[in-house]
């Protein structure tokens, strides 16, 4: 019952693969939209709000869809990225993980802004009296006191891209080995006769798993929070 | 010397103030609301005039007519705040540091014993701010502005939130401070405070100046 087959294994490998990617490559986008939405207001600032929620709402499948239109190795920006950098997004792990990376960014963005929104802004003045120019208060002042929503938004992007299954099996399908994460290995199992007991390790590993990184935010955000309260 | 000659909008409340200093401690004196911290605060460059300028030691740091403003990073102005505003995330050396390692100057053990025994501070120096009592607090924020090593420093009611115990306790700190003779604008509402740190006063009232002189103004104009 416990023995975990090769091609499980592929799977399970395979959907850290594609989480950790999607989460890393994400992060930083996430912190400069959540920056600019929660220390700017211009013009088209609820559109570009919404558009990042959207993924939240819209039907995953939609979602895959639309990506499978706009990166599909026809796509607008897929075959440019195909025909000028090599880039292929098409039924290969990389567009798993950018399927991923979309599904989760609302939920990477949400914390991040709201760390940043609480941050006490005449600490950022004092830090320019003190001689830090913009990035330096940035880097030195804001980023450090936004850490706690940071990685709570990882946390929260991981866990989302890890259980991913609707965008990314329409836009990279499901073939094992490239594309196929837990989910979509789960989905294959229970539609195929004698099925269940790998299903079941595969559902067992996807629930350590999410245990494991919400037991690992809470502990980042205990430490990140005690570190801020200055004691 | 510094000159200020500015004039701000703010909401309901409009600040015209014009002054020039060549005193080493300028206090700034007026009820609360007077406007001593937007005139501080442009000193800084924290906070832009509408019109006017401010000029310290021959540098123009505003001149809206010729649209300079120089951003408080470059104005090597120090500025100790009413609440301190310690960084929470870094520990009391690191505090001290701050200035420093931002400037690029090079590291100064000399200078930096020497402000840590001046206000008595070497013992805290691995503490987070959140461990600190108020007078600690604030005599960090001191030790912190002055290792940026600034040609100004500016305090914005550095014992406004400390009770009267711990006024007395720092008030030699400032005289010492005073004595180590950087030039510095002090903001008070209070004026035994300035008799006895200020040289020279400059009297703030509803955003404008009443009076200008030697402490002894203070005896002869009221604040409210």
């Not at chain 1, 950022?124 to 938004?153: D, K, M, R, Y």
């Not at chain 2, 906070?47 to 505003?62: F, S």
Request: glycine share 10%; net charge positive.
């Amino acid at each position: 019952m416990f023995e975990i087959t090769p091609a499980e294994w592929t799977a399970i490998l395979l959907s850290l693969r594609v989480a950790v990617i999607a989460t890393l490559v994400a992060t930083p986008f996430g912190i400069a939209l959540a920056w600019l939405l929660a220390r700017y207001d211009f013009w088209g600032k609820s559109i570009l709000d919404a558009a990042v929620h959207l993924p939240l709402v819209l039907p995953p499948v939609v979602t895959g869809y639309l990506l499978l239109l706009t990166f599909g190795k026809r796509g607008l920006v897929g075959g440019w990225l195909a025909d000028h950098l090599g880039i292929v997004f098409a039924f290969r792990w990389t567009g798993a993980a950018l399927a991923c990376g979309v599904m989760s960014f609302p939920l990477l963005v949400r914390p991040i802004r709201l760390s940043i929104e609480a941050i006490d802004r005449r600490l950022e003045q004092a830090s320019s009296t003190l001689g830090a120019a913009p990035w330096q208060v940035f880097a030195t002042v804001t980023l450090p006191l936004a850490l706690p929503g940071i990685l709570a938004g990882m946390v929260l992007g991981f866990a989302k891209a890890i259980g991913e299954f609707g965008a990314t099996i329409t836009f990279v399908s499901n073939i094992p080995g490239e594309t196929q994460t837990i989910s979509s290995a789960i989905y294959s199992l229970i539609q195929t006769p004698d099925g269940d007991a790998a299903a079941g390790r595969l559902v067992l590993i996807s629930i350590v798993i999410a245990m494991g990184a919400l037991i690992a935010s809470e502990w980042f955000a205990r430490r990140a929070t005690r570190r801020l309260h200055g004691n | 010397m510094l000159r200020v000659d500015v004039t701000k909008q703010l909401g309901e409340f409009s600040l015209e103030a014009s002054f020039t200093s060549e005193g080493r401690v300028t206090g700034l004196f007026g009820a609360s609301g007077a406007g001593k911290s937007s005139l501080i605060n442009m000193i800084a460059g924290l906070l832009r005039p509408d019109r006017g300028i401010v000029v310290l030691d021959d540098e123009t740091l505003d001149d809206t007519a010729k649209g300079i403003h120089v951003p408080p990073h470059r104005r090597r102005i120090g500025y100790v705040f009413q609440d301190a505003r310690l960084f929470p995330h870094l520990d009391v050396r690191q505090n001290l540091d701050y200035g420093r390692r931002m400037n690029r100057l090079a590291d100064d053990p000399a200078q930096r014993s020497r402000v840590t025994d001046l206000l008595d501070i070497g013992g805290l120096l691995d503490r987070r701010p959140g461990q600190l009592s108020g007078g600690e607090r604030q005599r960090v924020a001191l030790g912190r502005a002055l290792l940026s090593k600034p040609r100004l420093l500016l305090m914005d009611e550095p014992l406004g939130s400390l009770d009267e115990g711990r006024k007395v306790e720092i008030l030699p700190y400032l005289v010492r401070l005073r004595d180590e003779g950087i030039p510095m604008v002090y903001v008070s509402h209070d004026a035994a405070e300035l008799r006895q740190l200020a040289t020279q006063i400059v009297m703030l009232r509803n955003g404008r100046v009443t009076a200008l002189g030697g402490v002894k103004v203070l005896t002869t104009g009221s604040p409210a």
